[in-house]
C-alpha cells in the first residue's frame, strides 16, 4: 500500500479498496454516501475551488452543518492543497466573521441562512473571499446542487488532486482566546497523520465499525472521527446537533444505527447515562467508549458503566495544539468507594511527554509541574500570533515542546493525575473558555465599568460567574446582560451567574483580586 | 424550595397559571438574582443565552414531571421553548 502522509491519501485509497461501502450515513436526512461517491463529490469541490483559484498554502473557511456535505467539503478544500477551517454554527456571526477574516480565506462554503450576515460582517473588516452558498431548503444533498449552480455558465475542468508535503497545514481550528479574540490553532497533516495513526493502533478498527461522530467539526475531536473511520474503510454516523443534545433521541440512535465505537466528551455521556434509558436498548454492536475534553465525574462515569458494561473505556486527553496526548483506559470494575476521578494516564506512543516546574527544570516523579509534549501532533503555532507561539513552547534538550498550561503529577503506577490549570482556562462541557475571553465581551457592554470572571467547579460541573461593576446609573437587567453576552460570546461563555458589586477588590499592584473574588463564592 | 404546581382535583391548570409555574423555575434555576419583572412572556430564553441546552433539557425534565405530560425530542427546542408564553402553550395542550 502507498503510504499516506496526507489526510486525504485515506479517502483515495478506501475509494479503490472499498467503492461501494457506506462511507458516511446522516440519520438526520436518512441519506448515506459511498467511498466511490464521496471521492467523486469532493473532486467536484476540488476542481471548482481550483477554477476559483484557490492554491497549496490557501485558507478555505467551511461555516456548514454537520452534514455529508461538510465531510465532502473537508476532503474537497484538502485535495487542492488548501487548508480547511471550519467554524461554529451556533457562534456569533460576528465571531465566525472574524476567525474567516483572521486567516483571509480564499473561499467559503457557508449556508444560505448565513450567508448575508455573513458577507455583510466580512464587508467590514475588509474583502470579502468568494461565498459557495448551500441551500439545504432546495433538498439533503445541497453542495450538489451549488457546484452545478456554478458549472452550468463557468464549467471547472478537471484538476489534479494536490499531495503537499506533510508539514504544509491541513486544518486551523480556532479556540478561545486570553485577550478575547479567538486564536488559530495551525495543524498540519503530518499531525493529522501521527494521531490518526496512533489510534489505529490502540482502537484496532475495523471495516466492519461504525463510528460516531458527535462533536462539532471545530473540535479536535472531530479528527478521529473523521479520518479513523475512513482510513479504516469504516462507516461514520453523524449527529446533528440538535438529536447530540436529546438523551432519548440519541440512546435510541446509537443503538439503531449500531454504533461500535462512540466518542464525545463526557457531559453527554453522563446525561445519557442519566436520562437516556439506556436499558431500553440493545448495544452489543458498542465495542470502544472514548472521552475527553474535560474530567469525567466517577460518578457519572460508574453510572454509565452499569448501563453499558461490555465496550472498553478511554480517558483522552490532550490541548486543540497536540490533541491526544496521553490516555488512559479505565478499569473493567469501579470500586464503590472511588470518588477522585481517573488519571489522564500516560504519554502516546507518537509523543513525549515531560514535566516541568516554574523554572522549565524537569520535576521528579510525584512532584507537581506542568506537562509539556513534543513530537509530530504538537502544532506548528498560533495563525499570525508568532510571539504568542513562541511563548507556547518550552526549549528543552534541544527540542521544542507545547507547555499545555496543565499542571499534572505523575503516579507511582507512571499515570499522570490532572491536578490543574496554570492560567485562567477551563473547560465546560467539553467547550475549552479562556475566562479573558468572558470579560472582553462583558466590558463592550456600555454600562460595564468592571467586569470579572471565574469558574465554580462542583458535582454537577462547571459553572461561570461574572462579577461586575457598572458606571453610572441603573445597572443593565441580567436578562439584558445575558442576551448582551448571546449576541457576542457563543453560547456555552455566556456566564450562569452575575453578581454586582460597587466595585471589585484589588491587589496591591491595582489588578482585580480573583483570590478574594473566589473567597466571595 | 421547589416549585410546586397543584392541580386540583380534575380541573385542567389555565394558560397562565402553568406560565406562572414556568416563570417562577427560569427565575429560580436560570436567573439566580434577576428581578421577577424582569421576566416577561416574551422573553426569549434560548435565543436570548438564558437557557443553553442543557438547561432546556432540565426545562424540559421539569415540565414532564411537575405537569405529568410527555415532550417529543423535537419540541426541546427553541420552537417551543423559547419564552414562557410558548412553553405555557405547549403544556397546555398536552393536559
Same mark, same amino acid.
Given at each position: 500500500?502507498?503510504?499516506?502522509?496526507?489526510?486525504?491519501?485515506?479517502?483515495?485509497?478506501?475509494?479503490?479498496?472499498?467503492?461501494?461501502?457506506?462511507?458516511?450515513?446522516?440519520?438526520?436526512?436518512?441519506?448515506?454516501?459511498?467511498?466511490?461517491?464521496?471521492?467523486?463529490?469532493?473532486?467536484?469541490?476540488?476542481?471548482?475551488?481550483?477554477?476559483?483559484?484557490?492554491?497549496?498554502?490557501?485558507?478555505?473557511?467551511?461555516?456548514?452543518?454537520?452534514?455529508?456535505?461538510?465531510?465532502?467539503?473537508?476532503?474537497?478544500?484538502?485535495?487542492?492543497?488548501?487548508?480547511?477551517?471550519?467554524?461554529?454554527?451556533?457562534?456569533?456571526?460576528?465571531?465566525?466573521?472574524?476567525?474567516?477574516?483572521?486567516?483571509?480565506?480564499?473561499?467559503?462554503?457557508?449556508?444560505?441562512?448565513?450567508?448575508?450576515?455573513?458577507?455583510?460582517?466580512?464587508?467590514?473588516?475588509?474583502?470579502?473571499?468568494?461565498?459557495?452558498?448551500?441551500?439545504?431548503?432546495?433538498?439533503?444533498?445541497?453542495?450538489?446542487?451549488?457546484?452545478?449552480?456554478?458549472?452550468?455558465?463557468?464549467?471547472?475542468?478537471?484538476?489534479?488532486?494536490?499531495?503537499?508535503?506533510?508539514?504544509?497545514?491541513?486544518?486551523?481550528?480556532?479556540?478561545?482566546?486570553?485577550?478575547?479574540?479567538?486564536?488559530?490553532?495551525?495543524?498540519?497533516?503530518?499531525?493529522?497523520?501521527?494521531?490518526?495513526?496512533?489510534?489505529?493502533?490502540?482502537?484496532?478498527?475495523?471495516?466492519?465499525?461504525?463510528?460516531?461522530?458527535?462533536?462539532?467539526?471545530?473540535?479536535?475531536?472531530?479528527?478521529?472521527?473523521?479520518?479513523?473511520?475512513?482510513?479504516?474503510?469504516?462507516?461514520?454516523?453523524?449527529?446533528?446537533?440538535?438529536?447530540?443534545?436529546?438523551?432519548?433521541?440519541?440512546?435510541?440512535?446509537?443503538?439503531?444505527?449500531?454504533?461500535?465505537?462512540?466518542?464525545?466528551?463526557?457531559?453527554?455521556?453522563?446525561?445519557?447515562?442519566?436520562?437516556?434509558?439506556?436499558?431500553?436498548?440493545?448495544?452489543?454492536?458498542?465495542?470502544?467508549?472514548?472521552?475527553?475534553?474535560?474530567?469525567?465525574?466517577?460518578?457519572?462515569?460508574?453510572?454509565?458503566?452499569?448501563?453499558?458494561?461490555?465496550?472498553?473505556?478511554?480517558?483522552?486527553?490532550?490541548?486543540?495544539?497536540?490533541?491526544?496526548?496521553?490516555?488512559?483506559?479505565?478499569?473493567?470494575?469501579?470500586?464503590?468507594?472511588?470518588?477522585?476521578?481517573?488519571?489522564?494516564?500516560?504519554?502516546?506512543?507518537?509523543?513525549?511527554?515531560?514535566?516541568?516546574?516554574?523554572?522549565?527544570?524537569?520535576?521528579?516523579?510525584?512532584?507537581?509541574?506542568?506537562?509539556?509534549?513534543?513530537?509530530?501532533?504538537?502544532?506548528?503555532?498560533?495563525?499570525?500570533?508568532?510571539?504568542?507561539?513562541?511563548?507556547?513552547?518550552?526549549?528543552?534538550?534541544?527540542?521544542?515542546?507545547?507547555?499545555?498550561?496543565?499542571?499534572?503529577?505523575?503516579?507511582?503506577?507512571?499515570?499522570?493525575?490532572?491536578?490543574?490549570?496554570?492560567?485562567?482556562?477551563?473547560?465546560?462541557?467539553?467547550?475549552?473558555?479562556?475566562?479573558?475571553?468572558?470579560?472582553?465581551?462583558?466590558?463592550?457592554?456600555?454600562?460595564?465599568?468592571?467586569?470579572?470572571?471565574?469558574?465554580?467547579?462542583?458535582?454537577?460541573?462547571?459553572?461561570?460567574?461574572?462579577?461586575?461593576?457598572?458606571?453610572?446609573?441603573?445597572?443593565?437587567?441580567?436578562?439584558?446582560?445575558?442576551?448582551?453576552?448571546?449576541?457576542?460570546?457563543?453560547?456555552?461563555?455566556?456566564?450562569?451567574?452575575?453578581?454586582?458589586?460597587?466595585?471589585?477588590?484589588?491587589?496591591?499592584?491595582?489588578?482585580?483580586?480573583?483570590?478574594?473574588?473566589?473567597?466571595?463564592? | 424550595?421547589?416549585?410546586?404546581?397543584?392541580?386540583?382535583?380534575?380541573?385542567?391548570?389555565?394558560?397562565?397559571?402553568?406560565?406562572?409555574?414556568?416563570?417562577?423555575?427560569?427565575?429560580?434555576?436560570?436567573?439566580?438574582?434577576?428581578?421577577?419583572?424582569?421576566?416577561? /412572556?416574551?422573553?426569549? @430564553?434560548? $435565543?436570548?443565552?438564558? &437557557?443553553?441546552? +442543557?438547561?432546556?433539557?432540565? !426545562?424540559?425534565?421539569?415540565?414532564?414531571?411537575?405537569?405529568?405530560?410527555?415532550?417529543?425530542?423535537?419540541?426541546? /427546542?427553541?420552537?417551543? @421553548?423559547? $419564552?414562557?408564553?410558548? &412553553?405555557?402553550? +405547549?403544556?397546555?395542550?398536552? !393536559?
Amino acid at each position: 500500500m502507498i503510504a499516506q502522509t496526507v489526510l486525504h491519501q485515506y479517502l483515495g485509497t478506501s475509494a479503490m479498496r472499498r467503492p461501494e461501502h457506506t462511507a458516511i450515513e446522516d440519520p438526520a436526512t436518512d441519506g448515506s454516501i459511498t467511498y466511490a461517491e464521496l471521492d467523486a463529490l469532493s473532486n467536484r469541490l476540488r476542481d471548482r475551488l481550483w477554477r476559483w483559484g484557490v492554491r497549496p498554502g490557501d485558507r478555505v473557511g467551511i461555516y456548514l452543518r454537520k452534514s455529508i456535505d461538510s465531510v465532502a467539503s473537508v476532503f474537497g478544500i484538502l485535495k487542492t492543497g488548501a487548508a480547511y477551517v471550519p467554524v461554529d454554527p451556533g457562534a456569533p456571526v460576528s465571531r465566525n466573521a472574524y476567525i474567516l477574516n483572521n486567516c483571509s480565506v480564499k473561499v467559503t462554503l457557508v449556508e444560505d441562512r448565513f450567508a448575508n450576515g455573513l458577507a455583510k460582517e466580512l464587508a467590514q473588516l475588509g474583502d470579502v473571499p468568494r461565498l459557495l452558498v448551500l441551500d439545504w431548503s432546495a433538498g439533503d444533498r445541497p453542495l450538489a446542487s451549488a457546484l452545478q449552480r456554478e458549472d452550468d455558465p463557468d464549467p471547472a475542468p478537471p484538476s489534479e488532486t494536490v499531495i503537499p508535503s506533510p508539514d504544509d497545514l491541513g486544518y486551523i481550528l480556532y479556540t478561545s482566546g486570553s485577550t478575547g479574540k479567538p486564536k488559530g490553532v495551525m495543524l498540519s497533516h503530518r499531525n493529522g497523520v501521527s494521531y490518526v495513526d496512533w489510534c489505529s493502533e490502540v482502537f484496532q478498527p475495523r471495516e466492519s465499525d461504525r463510528f460516531s461522530s458527535h462533536a462539532p467539526f471545530h473540535f479536535d475531536l472531530s479528527i478521529l472521527d473523521i479520518y479513523l473511520p475512513i482510513k479504516h474503510s469504516a462507516t461514520l454516523v453523524l449527529i446533528g446537533e440538535e438529536i447530540g443534545k436529546q438523551p432519548q433521541q440519541l440512546a435510541a440512535l446509537i443503538a439503531e444505527r449500531r454504533i461500535s465505537l462512540w466518542y464525545s466528551a463526557p457531559s453527554i455521556l453522563s446525561v445519557l447515562a442519566e436520562y437516556g434509558d439506556l436499558a431500553k436498548h440493545d448495544y452489543s454492536a458498542l465495542r470502544i467508549v472514548n472521552f475527553a475534553g474535560e474530567v469525567f465525574p466517577v460518578k457519572h462515569l460508574r453510572r454509565l458503566k452499569s448501563l453499558w458494561p461490555h465496550p472498553r473505556y478511554f480517558n483522552l486527553y490532550g490541548p486543540t495544539e497536540t490533541n491526544v496526548c496521553t490516555f488512559f483506559e479505565i478499569p473493567p470494575a469501579i470500586p464503590d468507594e472511588r470518588t477522585e476521578p481517573y488519571p489522564i494516564g500516560q504519554t502516546c506512543a507518537h509523543l513525549q511527554s515531560v514535566v516541568v516546574d516554574e523554572q522549565g527544570q524537569m520535576v521528579t516523579a510525584g512532584l507537581e509541574g506542568e506537562l509539556c509534549i513534543s513530537g509530530p501532533g504538537v502544532m506548528q503555532g498560533y495563525w499570525s500570533l508568532p510571539e504568542r507561539t513562541a511563548t507556547a513552547f518550552l526549549a528543552y534538550g534541544g527540542r521544542n515542546w507545547y507547555k499545555t498550561g496543565d499542571i499534572v503529577v505523575e503516579g507511582a503506577d507512571g499515570n499522570f493525575i490532572f491536578v490543574g490549570r496554570r492560567d485562567r482556562m477551563v473547560k465546560k462541557r467539553g467547550y475549552r473558555i479562556e475566562l479573558g475571553e468572558i470579560e472582553s465581551g462583558l466590558y463592550k457592554h456600555p454600562a460595564i465599568k468592571e467586569a470579572a470572571v471565574i469558574a465554580i467547579q462542583n458535582e454537577g460541573g462547571v459553572r461561570i460567574k461574572a462579577f461586575l461593576s457598572c458606571k453610572e446609573g441603573r445597572p443593565p437587567s441580567i436578562i439584558e446582560l445575558k442576551r448582551f453576552c448571546a449576541e457576542n460570546l457563543p453560547i456555552y461563555m455566556v456566564p450562569d451567574v452575575f453578581s454586582f458589586q460597587d466595585w471589585l477588590p484589588k491587589t496591591s499592584t491595582d489588578k482585580i483580586n480573583y483570590q478574594r473574588l473566589k473567597e466571595m463564592e | 424550595m421547589t416549585t410546586a404546581i397543584i392541580i386540583q382535583g380534575e380541573e385542567k391548570m389555565t394558560i397562565k397559571e402553568i406560565e406562572q409555574a414556568v416563570a417562577q423555575y427560569i427565575l429560580k434555576e436560570c436567573l439566580p438574582g434577576a428581578r421577577p419583572e424582569e421576566l416577561t /412572556s416574551a422573553t426569549p @430564553l434560548i $435565543t436570548g443565552g438564558i &437557557i443553553d441546552s +442543557l438547561g432546556a433539557l432540565n !426545562l424540559a425534565l421539569f415540565l414532564e414531571d411537575q405537569f405529568k405530560i410527555e415532550l417529543q425530542g423535537h419540541e426541546v /427546542s427553541k420552537d417551543y @421553548l423559547n $419564552t414562557t408564553a410558548s &412553553i405555557a402553550n +405547549l403544556v397546555h395542550s398536552k !393536559l
